[in-house]
Nanobody, 127 residues
Framework: QVQLVESGGGSVQAGDSLRLSCATS????????MGWFRQAPGKERDFVAA????????VYTDPVKGRFTISRDSAKNMVYLQMNSLKPEDTAVYYC????????????????????WGQGTQVTVSQ
């Protein structure tokens, strides 16, 4: 099983940047696809970005394309979400998720397919 701990959230103004980090532990990170999701108050948990086991493929939800970048450092067992040009509608709790896979290039946007989750980190963007 993979344990996940997010960090890097905070309160910023519109237009600012944040980098979220997800520290992973466990022997299975190297064959896990990773994802970032977010949940705003009163709303469902939504997909933000995902990266394949081999780091060659990434996918983003449309509202964050061109502003957010997901990456991973397998040597450090870390996953990152660089968020630029933040908007108030990006305000949410952000969650890191992991799923083991045999598909080296697989990317997954469905939350229900991820069995491992972190506790979340709050991102608040004000006007």
């Amino acid at each position: 099983q993979v344990q996940l701990v997010e960090s890097g959230g905070g309160s910023v103004q519109a237009g600012d940047s944040l980098r979220l980090s997800c520290a992973t532990s466990g022997r299975t990170f190297s064959n896990s696809a990773m994802g970032w999701f977010r949940q705003a108050p009163g709303k469902e948990r939504d997909f933000v970005a995902a990266i394949s086991w081999g780091s060659k493929r990434t996918v983003y939800t449309d509202p964050v394309k061109g502003r957010f970048t997901i990456s991973r450092d397998s040597a450090k067992n870390m996953v990152y979400l660089q968020m630029n040009s933040l908007k108030p509608e990006d305000t949410a709790v952000y969650y890191c998720a992991a799923r083991q896979t045999t598909n080296y290039d697989g990317v997954y946007a469905l939350a229900s397919t991820y069995p491992n989750w972190g506790q979340g980190t709050q991102v608040t963007v004000s006007q």
